[in-house]
């Protein structure tokens, strides 16, 4: 048996292009769009040896892999280590790491704490803080768009709803960012993100501890689980760590770009203005456009065939929701942004039982925001070069300089 990042090396399936690309090389990581059309243009499949994986990047074959989790499971790892076969570096997420029956006893606890219910509760605080925020940034001018408002929002209102006591920004942008690199290979992004954990880590457990929570919250409700006895306290404390986890690094890369997308398409920005109710399909054609988590993988559990290709029991598959976003079999005019689309069916949120539990709190901040722009802005400028972060699992802004300009 052979492996390589800790996954079985699987036999190339009979007519499956095999292609000799990285697909976290740091400059692919940065500039995806051209690796993205080339994997669809491969084919259903293709594979990679430097990694031993299957990819998929058109939208039929991505989403019907990366949505039955009956054949292709998330309980091995939804990165390239296969935890049947080795200890990853942290406890599996006991949400999006695991799979039916287990996995329906946990969400049913995150859905209740992150109910629509919930987050209606929200909504007028995420809107005060959003019109704030973007007042502060026109009497600014020019600012650093990750910095000062993709990180801001998301730290100054998600940890209040979780029910955090203590906030440090840095302490969580960078823990989100270092889970999800984690899930890529052996290489110095992950190992730079990995570095950070003996500083991270302990601060993070500390604060969703039960006594370091406030009474209210989201995750006073998950904890309430816990007394109620449908999970364990240990249980509990992990799905409170989950939710900083893949709540906040991933809103502030929700963000950003769709601020760049506003600043590189004025058109749209324009039609934004005009009507904000678009600020929410504005945010859904930003998810499909930029893809915020480009891939995420799944491991094949049982002999299966996809799309007249058969996939061996144990494979890795890359599931590049990037591409499969960007598929123009699929989506008409899939490389033009815009925010009239509602682009229904995006991968960006995943599909199934694995759909993103956090989605109405995401979109909820993410709509305030955009709307508090549409409402007080009158132009955005870039004023300088957007610069884009390679991670090996999110496709988010390093830096990108922005001008607000008043109505």
């Not at 499956?16 to 080339?38: C, K």
């Not at 039955?68 to 990165?79: E, L, N, P, Q």
């Not at 694995?354 to 870039?382: F, P, T």
């Amino acid at each position: 048996m052979t492996m390589i990042e800790g996954h079985i090396v699987p036999k190339v399936p009979d007519g499956v292009p095999v292609w000799d690309v990285d697909p976290y090389d740091p400059t692919i990581l940065s500039d995806p769009q051209a690796y993205y059309a080339d994997l669809r243009a491969k084919g259903p499949f293709a594979y990679i040896p430097r990694y031993g994986v299957l990819a998929c990047g058109r939208y039929a074959e991505t989403k019907e892999v990366f949505g039955d989790h009956t054949r292709f499971v998330s309980s091995r790892g939804v990165g390239l280590l296969d935890f049947k076969l080795e200890k990853p570096w942290r406890p599996p997420s006991i949400v999006l790491e695991v799979d039916p029956p287990y996995h329906a006893k946990t969400r049913t606890v995150l859905a209740r704490a992150l109910s629509p219910k919930a987050v209606a509760q929200l909504k007028e605080d995420f809107r005060d803080a959003a019109g704030k925020l973007v007042d502060e940034l026109l009497e600014k001018g020019t600012f650093e768009a990750v910095e000062d408002m993709a990180e801001v929002f998301p730290v100054r209102v998600f940890p209040k709803a979780v029910g955090l006591k203590q906030v440090n920004r840095r302490a969580l942008v960078d823990y989100g960012a270092m889970v999800f690199n984690a899930l890529g290979p052996d290489n110095a992004i992950r190992r730079t993100a990995l570095a950070k954990a003996p500083d991270i880590v302990p601060w993070i457990m500390e604060q969703c501890a039960r006594e370091n929570l406030e009474t209210e919250g989201f995750g006073a409700t998950i904890y309430a689980a816990a007394d109620a006895g449908e999970l364990t306290e240990e249980e509990a404390g992990m799905l409170v760590r989950s939710l900083l986890s893949a709540g906040v690094d991933t809103t502030v890369t929700g963000i950003g770009s769709a601020l760049w997308c506003l600043a590189s398409f004025p058109d749209q920005f324009e039609r934004l203005k005009a009507d904000p109710k678009l600020a929410r399909p504005a945010f859904e054609e930003a998810l499909r456009y930029t893809s915020p988590v480009h891939t995420f993988c799944r491991t094949a559990d049982v002999d299966a065939e996809v799309s007249g290709v058969a996939i061996a029991r144990d494979t890795k598959i890359l599931c590049v929701l990037g591409a499969a976003n960007l598929d123009g079999e699929y989506w008409p005019e899939a490389e033009r942004f815009d925010i009239t689309r509602r682009p229904t069916g995006h991968l960006a949120f995943g599909t199934g039982i694995h759909g993103c539990v956090g989605q109405n709190v995401a979109r909820a901040e993410v709509e305030a925001v955009l709307s508090a722009i549409a409402e007080k802005v009158g132009a955005i400028d870039l004023t300088g070069e957007a610069v884009w972060r390679p991670n090996n699992a999110i496709h988010a802004l390093d830096r990108m300089p922005l001008r607000f300009h008043p109505k």
